[in-house]
């Protein structure tokens, strides 16, 4: 099992950058595919982007391509996310999931296994 604790979201003006972090408990980390979620207010959770468990593959959803970036350090049990370009569409509470098994290049909410519980980002215009 691993637990997940988000940190980095606040408030940022649209074009502003902001970088999320995960840290994760368990030896098992580097197993794991990693991928970063959000969901707005009234709207259901979507698929952000994730990452295999090397850091060698990487997917995301396409209103964040060019400007959202995953990494993680197996060493440090931490997952990243760099936000750039924001914008007030990207304002939402974002978390931090974990998935056993193989890595897929999809988005798939029910396919995770563990959750954080969130950090707020939002975004003024």
């Known amino acids: 099992q691993v637990q997940l604790v988000e940190s980095g979201g606040g408030l940022v003006q649209a074009g502003g950058s902001l970088r999320l972090s995960c840290a994760a408990s368990?030896?098992?980390?580097?197993?794991?595919?990693m991928g970063w979620f959000r969901q707005a207010p009234g709207k259901e959770r979507e698929f952000v982007a994730n990452i295999n468990w090397i850091g060698s593959s990487t997917y995301y959803r396409d209103s964040v391509k060019g400007r959202f970036t995953i990494s993680r350090d197996n060493a440090k049990n931490t997952l990243n996310l760099q936000m750039n370009s924001l914008k007030p569409e990207d304002t939402a509470v974002y978390f931090c999931?974990?998935?056993?098994?193989?890595?897929?290049?999809?988005?798939?909410?029910?396919?995770?296994?563990?959750w954080g519980k969130g950090t707020l980002v939002t975004v003024s215009s």
């Open positions: 999931a974990a998935r056993r098994g193989p890595y897929y290049r999809d988005g798939d909410v029910a396919a995770m296994d563990y």
């Open positions: 368990g030896r098992t980390f580097s197993t794991y595919t």
